[in-house]
T-cell receptor
């Protein structure tokens, strides 16, 4: 168990809808990272937060947004969903001096 | 730039050694990682190596790093059926631990 918790495990929704994915980092970790894993793109870095502030952005679409709350949990919001957004979304956390530890992911299916 | 390449498939007989290879392009990589993903599961950190090291051994796992050739390998001794999974090589650059992943090597262990 990595200590990173992601909910829900599975999400099925329709095109055009909006969903929120939640991540609780390991105790003490200030940094949260979001990754998308899809068959055609592999593992892609989306965005990083550190102690509530956005630190780095990767290949994140404008329809997607994230935030990190004072209790350090993070949410990834995906809106105007398209079929191509179907993927496994991972959250990872670190305390800065350690490797990234990943959660088990949220599998999003857009129908 | 950040570009990590791995061979896509490896088949190995149970009890033999597996060697998974990876090449990366950014010479300023600070850490290099190996993650394991079993079917339907998240990313499990297997091991990592700092860029100023040549080798790291951890039980059945041996990581070799050739910085000159930008080549990383993971050797699994006495491969077991439970080692069947996808193995991802990843690099981080600088201090922000944002990882760039390879496409993953699917290892199949046959009896």
């Amino acid at each position: 168990d990595s200590g990173v918790t992601q909910t829900p495990k599975h999400l099925i929704t329709a095109t055009g809808q909006r969903v929120t994915l939640r991540c609780s980092p390991r105790s003490g970790d200030l940094s949260v990272y979001w990754y998308q894993q899809s068959l055609d793109q592999g593992l892609q870095f989306l965005i990083q937060y550190y102690n509530g502030e956005e630190r780095a952005k990767g290949n994140i679409l404008e329809r997607f947004s994230a935030q990190q709350f004072p209790d350090l949990h993070s949410e990834l919001n995906l809106s105007s969903l398209e079929l191509g957004d179907s993927a496994l979304y991972f959250c990872a956390s670190t305390t800065g001096g350690s490797p990234l530890h990943f959660g088990n992911g949220t599998r999003l299916t857009v129908t | 730039g950040e570009d990590v390449e791995q061979s896509l498939f490896l088949s190995v007989r149970e009890g033999d050694s597996s060697v998974i290879n990876c090449t990366y392009t950014d010479s300023s990589s600070t850490y290099l990682y190996w993650y394991k993903q079993e079917p339907g599961a998240g990313l499990q950190l297997l091991t990592y190596i700092f860029s100023n090291m040549d080798m790291k051994q951890d039980q059945r796992l041996t990581v070799l790093l050739n910085k000159k050739d930008k080549h990383l390998s993971l050797r699994i001794a006495d491969t077991q059926t439970g080692d069947s999974a996808i193995y991802f090589c990843a690099e981080s650059i600088g201090g922000d631990y944002k990882l760039s992943f390879g496409a993953g090597t699917t290892v199949t262990v046959r009896a």
